[in-house]
């Protein structure tokens, strides 16, 4: 094979050197997934990564091979940089637990220009990000839960939200298969359907395991059909509810953008309009002319806005997704039996419907 030390990180001799003290880089050299000869029928044409076996030479004339894995894009769960990174840093911690194993050495990451940051002794990860000032949206929504009734500032800011969300659907995704794994995840994730299910106690009132597996089965029948709907690839928030959304006045400020951040618009939608019920079952007396009003308004204002009316095609299963997490004991606790129940049988009448009409949620609070 053709040495490829010269197309080696600009700094990767240096960082073996710290790793190996004496020793030099002398060649480099290409690892395909498979060194049997082409054209027979078990050869194996793709692997997850881009090796290189790097061999070093110590000042006695020892040489030693160490390989240095790296990581590009393609549609198996690795289209992020997150998810490649999560792949060698979980190598990193697991290569050393099975006997007979080739041992990993040291996981970082490539600077831009070339040089190499190890992760080798750190523990978990960290993010850093702006403070932000302001209102948070959640407590509209108790207030107008409570009172049943509307401000004109609510009004605004309910406005405020179509206006973001029509802004923010209006770019396309980056490649069809950002698509095809959003919809993957809505239901095979940890914190997708089968996750906030598996996490439900077995004993939890209005949520038999039972019911819970009939409503993943359903999602799944959602995602055969949806999964090539890539034509609905758009820029997402993918965790638009109120707790990452703030108010200074009638100017929004968002938080915590998940999930890669595109997919279906229809997520960011259900996302937002799930506690318009979820708020309003304590106060159901008064949802229509409160919360109802801005079910209402939301949607009237998103469709005639964004002219999506294939929403109303694929929310459905966002809309489960939604349900299950404001119905979990886990994630919300105090909520009521009864009130669970409502929760997921709006899930479940989504579900089984060819097509979304907002008046389900009008009539789910009835």
């Not at 996981?107 to 080798?120: E, H, I, P």
């Not at 004109?152 to 405020?160: F, Q, S, T």
């Not at 109303?312 to 004991?329: D, M």
Request: proline residues 5%.
């Amino acid at each position: 094979m053709p040495d490829r030390s010269d197309k080696l990180p600009a700094g990767l001799r240096a960082h073996l050197a710290s790793l190996f003290p004496g020793a030099r880089v002398v060649r480099a050299c290409a690892l395909g997934p498979d060194a049997h000869p082409p054209s027979d029928e078990t050869e194996k044409e793709l692997g997850y990564g881009h090796p290189l076996r790097v061999t070093l030479a110590t000042e006695t004339g020892t040489t030693h091979d160490v390989v240095l894995h790296t990581a590009g894009a393609d549609e198996y769960g690795h289209d992020r940089r997150a998810d490649r990174i999560a792949a060698q840093v979980l190598a990193y911690d697991t290569f050393g637990l099975f006997p007979q194993h080739v041992r990993a050495i040291d996981v970082g990451a490539l600077r831009d220009d070339g040089t190499l940051v190890s992760l080798r002794a750190t523990g978990e990860a960290y993010l850093i990000t702006e403070w932000a000032e302001g209102e948070l949206y959640a407590d509209d929504l108790r207030r107008i839960g409570r009172d049943g009734a509307l401000r004109e500032l609510d009004v605004a800011r309910a406005d405020a939200l179509v206006r973001y969300l029509v802004a923010l659907h209006r770019t396309p995704g980056t490649h069809e298969g950002a698509y095809v794994r959003a919809i993957r995840d809505l239901i095979g994730a940890g914190e997708g359907v089968a996750g906030i299910a598996d996490a439900y106690p077995e004993d939890t009132p209005g949520a038999p395991r039972a019911r819970l597996d009939a409503i993943e089965r359903a999602c799944l029948e959602h995602r055969l059909r949806l999964r090539r709907r890539t034509d609905r690839l758009r820029r997402t928030h993918g965790d638009f509810h109120p707790f990452n959304l703030l108010f200074e006045g009638e100017k929004l400020i968002a938080l915590d953008a998940s999930r890669g951040a595109q997919g279906d618009p229809a997520d960011d939608l259900a996302s937002l309009t799930i506690n318009h019920l979820f708020f309003g079952l304590e106060h159901r007396d008064v949802w229509n002319d409160g919360l109802g009003a801005l079910w209402s308004r939301t949607f009237d204002r998103y469709l005639r806005e964004s002219g999506d009316l294939g929403m109303l095609e694929t929310i459905a299963p966002f809309f489960a997704w939604r349900a299950l997490v404001v119905s979990s004991p886990r994630w919300y606790p105090h909520l009521r039996a009864e009130d669970r129940d409502r929760m997921l049988r709006f899930a479940e009448r989504v579900l089984a419907a060819p097509r979304f009409d907002p008046v389900m949620g009008i009539e789910a609070m009835r």
